[in-house]
């Protein structure tokens, strides 16, 4: 399932965006592993160098955009992406990267626009001081419940977010079976 890959309109959907705009941030270079003139076929991540042939995208990317799009709000676009891609691109020992981490926390992405924390939260914890202190006490930061951003996403792509990411772990991710958190 991880495997799967998206096409255009799937990813701009999942993203809350239109197919325009999907384009139009791949034509500016902010996605990573996208690139309008890509000859090497990787799949999930490039289209194949023949005219006429679709672009497909992995769970990683359609994350990364939909990501972006969320945090776009609150700070410039290459910012947001730059963000989305420390979720999508960078795991740690206990969360592989483009998911959440396992269960009894929340992922939460923290930046300022110029550094990015992806840190794991439990309830109870004191998550401002926690985001706070993991970006250098800045005076001002966004969060982003990438947690919540995932669930979205793989039910706008059809898939079960709970089974996927049993798939990546081989664990049953409790947090994201409710809206508790």
Known sequence: ???????????AKAGQMTTGALQQR??????????????????????????GTKRRYSLNTVLEVALAESLKAHMGLPEAYAAAQQFTLRGSQDRFS?????????????????ETRV???KPGEDLFAEARHRLGKPETFVLLDASAV?????????????ET???AYGLLPAHLTTDAD
Do not use: H, N
């Open 1 to 11: 399932m991880i495997e799967a890959t998206f096409t255009t309109a799937q990813t």
């Open 150 to 162: 995932f669930r979205r996403v793989c039910e706008s792509l059809g898939l079960d977010p709970v």
């Open 165 to 167: 990411v049993s798939a």
């Open 119 to 121: 840190i794991r939260w």
């Open 26 to 51: 791949i034509a500016r270079g902010l996605l990573i592993g996208v690139a309008p003139d890509d000859e090497s076929g990787e799949p999930g991540f490039t289209r194949p160098g023949k005219a």
């Open 98 to 114: 483009g998911f959440p981490y396992p269960p009894g926390a929340v992922t939460l992405i923290c930046s300022t626009g110029s």
